[in-house]
């Protein structure tokens, strides 16, 4: 039977796209789309659709959060607070998988940022 076989994109809605895809490419490390196409490594990948009334997004309307896989949370973190982007860590976030961040984009949309646990 024929399955998916990895993600191709993920796009949404912005009021300011090139300075948004911009931020993503400086504190993110995610090509701008309008100069190439963004090649990540292999790894894992979680599909996960959370129920309706869950909290973990943060705002009520918001539909979707995109969560990163990075090889060095701690260096993340003091680059992204540097640069004056807030970045929330709470222990239960925390699990035998990995470890967790949370930051928002300039738009406000929620992003997490995961390094998995090392195999």
Known sequence: ???VVGIGG????AADPAGLAEWYE???GVDDL???VWQQEAGM???GPFSENTDYFGR??????INFRVDDLEGFISNLTASGIAVETRAEWNSEVGRFARIHDPEGNPIELW????A
């Not at 993920?10 to 809605?13: D, E, N």
């Not at 009520?60 to 959060?65: G, I, L, V």
């Open 1 to 3: 039977m024929p399955k």
């Open 10 to 13: 993920v796009f949404f809605r």
């Open 26 to 28: 400086r504190h993110l």
């Open 34 to 36: 309008h100069k190439s």
């Open 45 to 47: 990948t979680i599909f």
């Open 60 to 65: 009520r309307e918001q539909q979707w959060m």
């Open 115 to 118: 390094e998995p646990t090392k």
